[in-house]
């Protein structure tokens, strides 16, 4: 990862988030940029650290408030929640969102079902720069579009990563991790606008970029992960095993089983109709990759990184292998990754399940 700013002396900034003086700290921070908040000092910690370590939790969520990163390391290998005792601060550094793991399905499903259009279409956009290199050359280019296609977002987090991201790839992988209207709107445009990949350059540079960028390939993962979703009794009663589905968006999953319930459960509903059949069912679904670059392990990017967060690419083609109705309202899908044929555009059947 490119070098964060560090300094050889100590800042009158870091001694006062240090010694939790919270009125020099309010006084300080407005007129700070976030390079500055996030300056390692010469102890080898950033203000953040010291917060959490000597548990000044107002301070913390100052910082946080403000857009320190969460996931920079001291001398001592540590993230700031790391370096927390308190547990009112470890709470601090949870996501706040319910739906970044769980599709509460108030604005897209998760799923399309598989048909000859969307398989074709899966292979155009996985591959449709297959084996080219995202080099220097390139790579100032393709960031332009994305930088683009998320001008509007007025997290200063995501511009400071973007701007990283032209000397180091991950960094466009962690601007994704930033919980803010970036990947929001990202998906909703991938699930619900209808975009020509010959025009809209930023998606599909984005796309292109996470399934072909040749700096990922040690964060491929293969295995099983774990995701919510949220659905009518109606579109639950369409599903069977040996469907086909795919997903239009990007996917954000956890490693960790006991989590993925947590977010199935967030969108638990306990509503009736008329005749007593619940109005909508969560599910947790269990997700078994097979194929290279499908999913990326980002866990170690992440700003959260207490997720353990697996991105699964848009246009992944699944078929459900087991149905388990545990209660009235809760499911269990599991799924497993069509293997992929080959990565040639001339073969319509372009997805085979096993």
């Known amino acids: 990862m490119t070098s964060i700013s560090k300094s050889s002396t100590t800042s009158d900034f870091y001694c006062a988030c240090r010694s939790g003086l919270i009125d020099k700290v309010r006084e300080q921070l407005p007129n700070m940029t976030l390079e500055e908040i996030d300056r390692i000092e010469g102890n080898g910690s950033t203000a953040l650290h010291a917060a959490c370590y000597y548990g000044h939790t107002e301070i913390v969520k100052l910082l946080l408030e403000k857009g320190a990163s969460r996931s920079i390391?001291?001398?001592?290998?540590?993230?700031?929640?790391?370096?927390?005792?308190?547990?009112?601060?470890?709470?601090?550094f949870i996501r706040p969102s319910a739906t970044r793991f769980s599709n509460d399905g108030s604005v897209y499903s998760d799923w399309i079902k598989c048909n000859a259009e969307t398989e074709t279409l899966a292979s155009d956009y996985r591959f449709r720069h297959f084996g080219f290199e995202w080099?220097?050359?390139?790579?100032?280019?393709?960031?332009?579009?994305?930088?683009?296609?998320?001008?509007?977002?007025?997290?200063?987090?995501?511009?400071?990563?973007?701007?990283?991201?032209?000397?180091?790839s991950d960094y466009l992988l962690k601007a994704y991790t930033v919980e803010s209207d970036f990947y929001i709107k990202l998906n909703q445009d991938l699930a619900i606008r209808r975009f020509?990949?010959?025009?809209?350059?930023?998606?599909?540079?984005?796309?292109?970029?996470?399934?072909?960028?040749?700096?990922?390939?040690?964060?491929?993962?293969k295995g099983k992960v774990y995701r919510g979703t949220c659905m009518t009794h109606d579109d639950f009663k369409e599903l069977s095993v040996g469907v086909k589905v795919?997903?239009?968006?990007f996917m954000s999953t956890t490693?960790?089983?006991?989590?993925?319930?947590q977010f199935a459960l967030k969108h638990l509903t306990y509503r009736e109709k008329q005749l007593g059949e619940n109005v909508k069912l969560s599910a947790l679904c269990i997700y078994e990759i097979i194929n290279e670059r499908t999913g990326l392990n980002i866990e170690g990017i992440s700003e959260y990184k207490d997720e353990k967060e697996v991105l699964i690419g848009p246009l992944t083609a699944f078929i459900i292998t087991?149905?388990?109705?545990?209660?009235?309202?809760?499911?269990?899908?599991?799924?497993?990754?069509?293997?992929?044929?080959?990565?040639?555009?001339?073969?319509?059947?372009?997805?085979?399940?096993?």
């Open 246 to 249: 795919m997903n239009k968006t």
């Open 255 to 261: 490693k960790d089983r006991k989590l993925g319930e």
């Open 135 to 168: 080099n220097n050359n390139n790579i100032n280019h393709r960031l332009k579009y994305i930088k683009d296609e998320i001008s509007n977002t007025e997290n200063d987090r995501i511009k400071i990563f973007i701007k990283q991201a032209e000397k180091d």
């Open 196 to 221: 020509d990949k010959d025009t809209n350059f930023g998606i599909t540079y984005f796309i292109d970029f996470f399934y072909n960028n040749s700096d990922f390939k040690n964060l491929s993962f």
């Open 73 to 92: 390391k001291n001398a001592y290998k540590c993230l700031p929640c790391d370096e927390a005792q308190e547990d009112e601060i470890k709470r601090l």
């Open 322 to 354: 087991t149905i388990r109705q545990i209660a009235r309202n809760y499911a269990e899908i599991d799924l497993r990754e069509c293997k992929k044929v080959n990565c040639q555009h001339d073969d319509d059947n372009y997805f085979d399940d096993d």
